[in-house]
């Protein structure tokens, strides 16, 4: 579908331009046919001099005149003529001529600068005549004429134009009538000179625009060179539409030309890469060209030498002939939509080009026709603006594709994830109930285990009383419960945590005979506590009875629980005092008390041994959540 877009504007381009052709056709035809009588001058004499003071309207009458066809084109001429050319016209004044009617001059085209007088009065000039750098655009031209400026008979019309042959100087057919009958023409001949160059300008600066965007966008190098190829030459056909340049001559002269040389070297790597024909021997014509651009018009413009100009010219014409046998060739081998459209659009160019140097340069009657070579140039833009814009939709194509096919991809490797993480999950689980339960297993060999050994060696020993047997199956039963209490299905608050410790801890007490006094508030919400702080919790307050059982020698142990004020470091606190005979330093510094600190600093809390008189106090302070 794609192809078949850029085919369609393809064709649409070329009878657009088509179209455009014959409508100027039409009307320039229709402008040259009035229908009230003129004047149409297609003789004149002439007196040429290479020196451009070698001629003055002040001299004496000259008796060296030549006869000479219009137009004149000075490129026709072996050799060519280059300087300056007096014309005369002579003529006399149809009496179908209104003679209130104010007349009027027109001449399509006139070389570089040139000034015109009637009869001895002047009518108007172009340019500084005594400056040969000065560079002008062949403009059509138009000059009314001032009542009474004619006589009856024996008019004299004088043009002295300025020129070289690298402008192709010379001078188009004159026409004279009446101001009404020939205004029209040269409005006519204006309006589609410069309506062409705003056609040409327009579409340049549009697609280089264009491609320039999408070139830096896509990183395409081919879309940068070609766009600044366009925006280059659009900007250099500017010069058609400038009636007085900008900058002082030779600058804009040499500007010019730099701008055509430097489009025109763009514009051709830009096709090579397209058709992916790039050779050592294109890039060293390519080069070539460079350097003829960058020295050849700027020493030109510097010194005035005419034949540094046709040099370049020469140079350039040289290349693009070599580009366009390029083109042919890869048609020739290739035989693509790439090679077809670029083959057809510079045999067209070449065809315009060989019109305007063949037709209007050196024709009889070429000199003064409208000039379509400034075309040849739009014509490999459409082109390339068609390839190229094939190129951004397949590759806009081909990235909806890549990111179907990635999106397919991922979403596949989405799944696996998935799956993975599912299975990796799982083992996680399995994993930690398998450590859940080796740590279970660990705890009942280290707790109901010692207890089962210590009264399997109670009933070999003889001096064993039942109530000891009771007393270490007890503790069994109770260490058991410790165990599997941490299999609790709910999750565990640390009040109930301390309710659950009591029956174990009284126990304890009861049998080393010690009776234990609880005072435990309601906690509130406190954070809950894991399952390993549960286990810490519950193996330190078993450390702290138990250095209480066995270094105390006291009577009664109090536990109490509260919670501190909210503006206390402490969130609450576990007190364990009892009413013995204290704790020593030596005794403080012992294994149980590192243990103590151990588990203390596992659930983050804090723990400190203060005297009480008598007895001593052990502090678990749990910081604010």
């Known amino acids: 579908m794609t192809k078949h877009m850029t085919i369609c504007f393809f064709h649409w381009s070329q009878r657009v331009a088509l179209a455009w052709v014959l409508i100027f056709g039409a009307t320039a035809a229709a402008a040259q046919s009035p229908t009230v009588p003129w ?9 040429y ?6 001629l003055s309207h002040g001299a004496s009458p000259r008796t060296d005149w030549q006869a000479v066809r219009l137009p004149d084109a000075w490129a026709r001429h072996s050799p060519p003529r280059q300087g300056v050319a007096l014309y005369r016209l002579t003529f006399d004044v149809p009496p179908a001529w209104p003679t209130n009617e104010r007349l009027s001059v027109f001449i399509p085209r006139v070389g570089n600068r040139f000034s015109l007088e009637i009869n001895g009065q002047w009518l108007g000039a172009s340019g500084v005549l005594t400056d040969r750098r000065e560079d002008h655009v062949h403009q059509p031209q138009h000059f009314l004429l001032s009542n009474g400026a004619l006589r009856s008979t024996g008019n004299e019309l004088l043009i002295e134009v300025h020129g070289e042959l690298a402008r192709y100087a010379g001078l188009g057919e004159v026409w004279l009538g009446p101001s009404q009958v020939i205004q029209p023409m040269y409005a006519s001949r204006r309006s ?49 539409l400038v009636i007085s340049p900008p900058l002082p001559h030779p600058w804009w002269g040499i500007g010019m030309d730099l701008l055509y040389g430097l489009s025109v070297v763009l514009l ?24 003829s651009t960058l020295i050849l018009p700027v020493a030109h413009g ?46 067209l160019a070449l065809a315009l080009g060989l019109y305007d140097h063949l037709a209007i340069v050196y024709g009889p009657s070429g000199y003064s026709q409208f000039a379509l070579a400034r075309f040849a140039f739009l014509f490999i833009l459409l082109a390339m603006s068609v390839l190229l814009m094939r190129r951004v939709w397949r590759s806009i194509h081909a ?45 009942m060999h280290d707790g109901v285990g010692a207890h089962l050994v210590t009264m399997h060696s109670m009933l070999r020993n003889p001096q064993s009383t039942r109530n000891d ?20 299905d709910g999750a565990q608050t640390w009040l109930v945590l301390l309710v659950r410790l009591r029956e174990s801890l009284e126990s304890r007490l009861r049998h080393a005979g010690m009776g234990l006094i609880w005072q435990v508030e309601d906690l509130g919400e406190l954070p809950l506590p894991g399952v390993q702080a549960q286990r810490h919790f519950r193996m330190l307050m078993g450390e702290c009875v138990t250095n209480v059982i066995k270094h105390a020698k006291a009577q009664q142990v109090t536990l109490q629980a509260y919670r501190t004020p909210e503006v206390g470091p402490l969130a609450w606190v576990v007190r364990l005092s009892d009413d013995g005979q204290g704790m020593h330093t030596q005794k403080a510094d012992g294994h149980g008390m590192a243990n103590m600190l151990t588990h203390a600093k ?18 678990i302070g749990f910081n604010p959540a």
């Not at 370049?312 to 580009?323: D, F, K, N, R």
């Not at 596992?602 to 106090?617: N, T």
């Open 39 to 47: 004047l149409k001058f297609d003789q004149a004499q002439v007196v």
């Open 49 to 54: 001099s290479a020196d451009p003071q070698g």
């Open 192 to 240: 589609w000179q410069s309506g062409g160059a705003l056609v040409i300008v327009g579409l340049a600066l549009m697609m280089g625009v264009l491609a320039l965007g999408f070139g830096t966008a896509m990183g395409a190098r081919v879309q940068v060179l070609f766009g600044w190829a366009a925006v280059l030459w659009g900007i250099r056909n500017c010069y058609v």
């Open 268 to 291: 051709a790597l830009s096709i090579l890469l397209t058709l992916r024909a790039k050779s050592k021997a294109s890039m060293a014509v390519l080069g070539i060209l460079v350097l």
């Open 302 to 347: 510097l010194t005035g030498l005419n034949e540094l100009r046709q040099y370049w010219l020469m140079s350039l014409l040289i290349g693009v002939a070599w580009v366009t046998g390029r083109v042919l060739w890869h048609w020739w081998r290739a035989r693509n939509f790439e090679s077809h459209v670029l083959a057809a659009s510079a045999v």
């Open 399 to 443: 990235a909806k594709r890549f990111r179907g096919r990635l999106q397919t991809r991922l979403a596949r490797a989405a799944t696996l994830l998935t799956t993975h993480h599912a299975e990796r999950e799982k083992k996680r689980v399995q994993d930690a109930e398998l450590a859940e339960r080796l740590r279970l297993l660990r705890e």
């Open 469 to 488: 047997l009771e007393h270490e199956l007890e503790q069994a039963g109770l260490a058991l419960r410790d165990s599997l209490g941490t299999l609790h």
């Open 602 to 619: 596992s659930i983050q809390a804090q723990l400190r041994v203060l005297p009480l008189s008598p007895g001593a106090c052990i502090e």
